[in-house]
């Protein structure tokens, strides 16, 4: 059996609790851990090591520089230049500096496998990586707004007193500020959100909310961890599982939405080598305006990349 391994670049509050989130999970045989901070990274290994020591299946824990890659199935980059939770603008000249310090050594130390970005702005970075990379735009990913999706079917549920994984309903376009949830497409077994409820609800409010959740969250405890390591852990684990299950994801277009040369985030198929297709979805006048407007303001970053 070939041993699954993943590597998580930048071990701070999100890639360690990424790290203790897959090893509960159980589905990989090895995480590589990479930071330049070496007495902190030992640390998290030891702490780690306890954690695994409970696991019914082997799991080791390792530590490894970002070039020692060439056996790793998933390289998951959480980066920051310390100035997390201002905006995502801010970030990008930043970590886009420290992503290009990282990205063609391991290129050329023969990595082969995934990319999963999970640093902000990850729709540019995730562009960004691609680009360096020269990998297949299947194997370049971002968490985009899988977990914004997942707080706006969080939000609805405690709402609407329905279980969030019973409701489809999703958000597309940049993982910032102008994302926007595609109600048209958002129902409960097929019933639209709008029909279900006998009651008024403000859907755009709820959706306004789980925009703005991270930065609450920030704003409270300085920093956000359990649900971007559950969202990368969940991504994962799809791709590992070979599941063809549908995530809304930071992907390369190349034509679809009439659009090229950009991440963005869309619902996508995950499989073993990454994403196998792109969902097109049918927006409605507005969805398609607010979509074209993300788009550009992805493009605004891209342009700003070194």
């Known amino acids: 059996m070939k041993l699954r391994k993943i590597m998580i670049i930048g071990v701070g509050n999100v890639g360690s609790t990424t790290a203790y989130t897959l090893i509960n999970r159980g589905f990989c045989e090895e ?16 702490d780690l090591l306890d954690a695994a020591a409970y696991r019914q299946n082997m799991i080791k ?41 990282i990205i063609p050594g391991m ?70 500020d102008s994302q926007f949830p595609v109600w048209s497409h958002s129902s409960v077994y097929g019933i639209n959100l709008n029909h279900l409820e006998k009651r008024q609800i403000d859907f755009d409010q709820l959706g306004d909310k789980a925009r703005k959740m991270g930065f609450e969250i920030a704003s409270r405890k300085h920093c956000t961890e359990y649900g971007i390591s559950s969202t990368i852990a969940e991504i994962c684990q799809q791709i590992l599982t070979n599941s063809h299950r549908a995530l809304a994801l930071s992907c390369i277009l190349d034509g679809e939405y009439g659009y090229q040369n950009v991440a963005i985030g869309v619902p996508a198929i995950l499989d073993q080598h990454g994403i196998k297709k792109i969902i097109e979805l049918d927006f409605n006048d507005k969805e398609q305006q607010l979509f074209t407007h993300s788009i550009h303001i992805v493009k605004n970053y891209i342009k700003q990349l070194p």
């Open 31 to 46: 995480i590589a851990l990479v930071d330049l901070n070496k007495e902190l990274v030992y640390g998290h290994q030891q």
């Open 61 to 101: 824990v390792s530590l490894r520089e970002a070039t020692d890659c060439a056996d790793i199935d998933i390289a998951i980059i959480c980066v920051t230049a310390g100035i997390a939770q201002k905006s995502r603008e801010e970030e990008l000249a930043g970590t886009s500096k420290i992503v290009s310090s």
């Open 107 to 176: 290129m050329k130390n023969g990595f082969k496998g995934i990319f999963l970005i999970a640093t902000n702005p990850c729709d540019a970075i995730t562009y960004q990586v691609w680009k360096l990379s020269g990998l297949p735009r299947h194997r370049v990913i971002g968490t985009g707004v899988w977990l914004d999706t997942m707080r706006l079917r969080r939000i609805l549920g405690e709402t609407m007193d329905i279980g969030p994984q019973s409701i489809d309903a999703f958000i597309v376009g940049e993982h910032g």
